[in-house]
């Protein structure tokens, strides 16, 4: 048995999860939440018991630091010598990386060169991969790429259509991200597969931030996301594809420069943009009862975007074996499921159970009725597992 933290760490953030490997047994979990501010969060859960404390957060060091502490406080470990192996999730690893490896120095300085690619997000986790090496500078961490996954695509599915150079000397293609999670979505699909020799998956993980994949043979066809997570369908506060033009035209007419329009789609633009209440579908479901004409408007554009990268991947894999539906909405809310359904049921003969999606929760379900052309599931996404599951394995712990 080894102990094993995966973490997640964010530009103000740094979420983890201790596990007991092999057994995937949970044995605490939380975030320092709020970094760089003076009433930052520290939450900590374990043995059914929640600690949170409002304290100043200057920086990651002092959450990584909260962390060993109440792991030693709290006695959720005897000794800080019990974790052996730290695995951390990095958004981008360009070209370089098709699998998880061993985080030393050769893949923090290749992972420091990808922040050109996902500034925000890369340079988050290699500060927290600083602040846990500061401290525990004996344990052996693994790097857990979010584009790993998608680097089985062929050249069609990830070059852009832009001069040529532009791939060649920039790296500028599609790498797709929330790959831990389409992966880990497509192994717990198998067991809906059975008997299916060559099985078709897409995977819809739609959360804050939203993907879909189409799957062959467990491995990654194509995926939605592109050079950055910006790309493919609408999210909580990103525009998803859009025509490029859009880029230039609004520059001129709001005098606002490239970065304030790329920050605008990143932050300001899907649900959030086009319902002007909120990113978040508790919110906006709350407004579309009431009647508000924009937080209708936001819900059909969401549902028409997924519906349509399914109806893409759909032709792009011959037909699908399993639709799942994963992450904070797809998990949660039976009304974005039933609409997206409905959207591709007639062409693709796909009936779902209304009775069966409703009321569902963040568990695992069929949804879809037995004579459905199309099995559709939901599957709850565990991303920090599979961080967890390749540190324990790359590290060669027992
Ligand atoms: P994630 O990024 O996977 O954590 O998903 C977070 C998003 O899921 C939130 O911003 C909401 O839009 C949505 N969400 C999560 N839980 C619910 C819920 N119970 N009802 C409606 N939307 C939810």
Redesign the pocket.
Known sequence: MAKVMAVNAGSSSLKFKLYEMPAEQVICSGIADRIGHDDGIFEIRFNGNKIRKIVPMPNHAVGVQMLLEALISEKIINNLDEIEGIGHRIVMGGKFYSHSVLFDKEAENKIEDLCDLAPLHNKAHLVGYRAFKAVLPNVRSVAVFDTAYHQTMEPVDYIYPVPYEYYEQYDIRRYGAHGTSHQYLAQEGAKFLKGIEHPRIISCHL???ASITAIRDYKCVATSMGLTPLGGIMM?TRCGDIDPSVMKFACEKTGKSVDEMYQIFNKQSG?LGISGIS????DI?KASDTGDKRAILANDLFVRRVADFIGQYYVRLGGADLIIFS???G???GFYREKICDAIGEALGIKIDRVLNGPL?GVEAVISTPDSKVKVVVIP?DEEVMIARDTYSILGLK
């Open positions: 959360g804050s931030g909580g649900l990113n978040d579908t508790r479901l992450a904070g909405i998990e949660n809310v929760r996404t």
